[in-house]
């Protein structure tokens, strides 16, 4: 029993796995009695747990049991009413609804999109109890904030009316995952109004969280437009505040089929962006290395969610970035995958769905990815490959190189079965793509929050830096061109959702091992 809990694996990893096993079986059956009844035994195993810790005699084992009931019975209580009576059961014309803003979903056609809760409709006659969640398309003169609860006398177009053919099963299946039922527009001459929370305190502090948030993007929207003409800015501020609303469609789809449009939605590859950026600029101050990285930590994660007005991959992300920070400043053993898992399960509290998330399943497998094989390559390969080499310069330069190749190869790995499995194709021009995409992506960055800040300071200096930030955005914008149009490296491939977990499994499963070995022959050899 004593190898089962082997470095780099702790009782977070276990009690993350089950607590995730039992989300997922109940997104799969649904069924209330069976929660009630999972109830009942994660707290008879709970008690029995404490009873033999009391006696001396801990049995951890069946806490992290009691997980998995937990998970299924936290899971359907969470969305209970989604799974009772789901938006998409209701027969009829939704004209009004009561709904949570619960989510900001970016910019499209010039229109503010929100997801919202929505847990009431209007048929014109009576109000009835179905819910689920909606976007929002909002242009109103009334501004909306996260969390505000509003009432709206306007359309649910519900998706299981949008999308009818078959060849569409599949979107509105994707969009049901997400428990995504509808859309509906809030236009300037729609009546709709809000509710603000009980408790004033907490409703100014959301406010004023939220205009703050507006203000600093607007701030980078105008800083960037100044000097970049209007496509070298669509892209500048897609990669630097992830508002893709205006980048032509042309290219857009470059991005798409070079297999790098990532780098236009913020996601943790944005977040490690910054923190890398703020970690270099620290390094100029006498600041030792955990400092600089909790500042760097702190700074990104309380201003960077802010300017991306709250999106959901950059909230999970920054639990990541923040946990895994942890992990770095107060773990001599840098447990870095149990801080990843702990992270994991805090995301799953807040949100249980997001285990389908195809963000979150991406980014989670890309950094476990990253932190069990880079140690495994930077052993056996890279330590081995430079240890003979004296210059200090070209062996600098060959172990980042070399690093920064092996962590886009293995991310890519690590999300490979998933990928083929929710989007049927295998996309190996990505891999050489993103070589050279992910480092003109850092640059574009650091250049435009480099002119963010010198434009607040003395406009006319920023255009030094927009300058650098126009040449590389061209480069990027010819090189997905380029890539785009390479087609023998794409091939169409089908693979089921049980199939792609197993070959993860095993990708993970065999870092895990390995790690655990070189773990044991490091400490044999003390």
Not at 79 to 87: D, E, H
Not at 211 to 218: A, V, W
């Amino acid at each position: 029993m004593k190898k089962l809990y082997s470095y780099p694996i702790t009782y977070i990893f276990y009690i993350t796995l089950s607590f995730s096993f039992g989300i997922s079986l109940s997104l799969k059956t649904r069924s209330i009695f069976l929660s009630y009844l999972f109830l009942i035994v994660a707290f008879i195993l709970l008690i029995l747990s404490l009873i033999f810790a009391f006696l001396n005699k801990p049995k951890i084992y069946l806490a992290i049991i009691s997980c998995f009931f937990i998970g299924y019975g936290f899971t359907m209580a969470r969305y209970y009413k989604i799974f009772q009576s789901p938006l998409s059961d209701f027969e009829g014309d939704i004209k009004g609804y009561r709904a949570k803003i619960i989510e900001y979903d970016g910019v499209v056609g010039f229109r503010d999109r929100y997801i919202a809760y929505v847990d009431m409709i209007y048929d014109g006659k009576n109000w009835h109890d179905y819910a689920g969640n909606i976007r929002i398309y909002h242009n109103s003169q009334k501004p909306i904030y996260l969390n505000d609860k509003i009432t709206v006398y306007a359309k649910i177009n519900l998706y299981k009316n949008i999308f009818t053919n078959y060849a569409e099963e599949n979107i509105k299946n994707s969009l049901q995952n997400k428990m995504l039922f509808g859309v509906s527009s809030i236009y300037p001459y729609i009546n709709f109004t809000v509710q603000k929370s009980d408790f004033q305190i907490i409703g100014f502090i959301k406010n004023y969280i939220n205009e703050y948030g507006l203000y600093f993007r607007n701030i980078a929207k105008k800083s960037l437009g100044k000097f970049l003409n209007p496509i070298n800015y669509s892209v500048a501020q897609g990669i630097t505040i992830g508002d893709k609303s205006i980048i032509p469609k042309n290219i857009n789809q470059y991005f798409i089929d070079a297999g790098i449009s990532h780098i236009l939605a913020i996601s943790g590859l944005h977040i490690s962006m910054v923190l890398y950026i703020l970690f270099l600029a620290l390094s100029f101050f006498p600041i030792n290395f955990y400092k600089r990285i909790l500042i760097s930590t702190v700074i990104t994660a309380a201003i960077y969610p802010a300017v991306t007005l709250f999106s959901v991959s950059i909230i999970r992300a920054s639990i990541m970035a923040f946990c895994l920070l942890i992990s770095y400043v107060f773990d001599k053993n840098r447990n870095s995958v149990n801080s990843l898992f702990l992270a994991a399960l805090i995301i799953l509290i807040i949100e249980p769905n997001s285990i389908r998330e195809i963000s979150f399943q991406f980014s989670f497998l890309a950094t476990l990815g990253i932190i069990l094989y880079y140690t495994i390559f930077d052993f056996y390969v890279l330590n081995k490959t430079v240890k003979n080499i004296n210059n200090h310069f070209i062996k600098n330069l060959i172990t980042k190189s070399a690093a920064f190749l092996f962590i886009n190869l293995i991310a890519l790995i690590s999300i490979l079965p998933l990928s083929v499995y929710h989007f049927s194709i295998l996309n190996l021009t990505s891999i050489i793509s993103n070589i050279f995409a992910v480092p003109l992506a850092f640059i574009i960055l650091a250049s435009s929050i480099i002119t963010i800040i010198t434009f607040q300071i003395f406009s006319p200096l920023s255009v030094y830096p927009a300058s650098t930030v126009e040449f590389f955005t061209n480069i990027l914008i010819n090189l997905s061109e380029k890539f785009s149009d390479i087609k023998f490296l794409k091939y169409k491939i089908s693979c089921n959702l049980y199939l792609a977990i197993f070959i993860t499994f095993i990708i993970m499963t065999v870092g895990l091992i390995i790690r655990i070995k070189m773990n044991e022959k490091s400490e044999s050899d003390i």
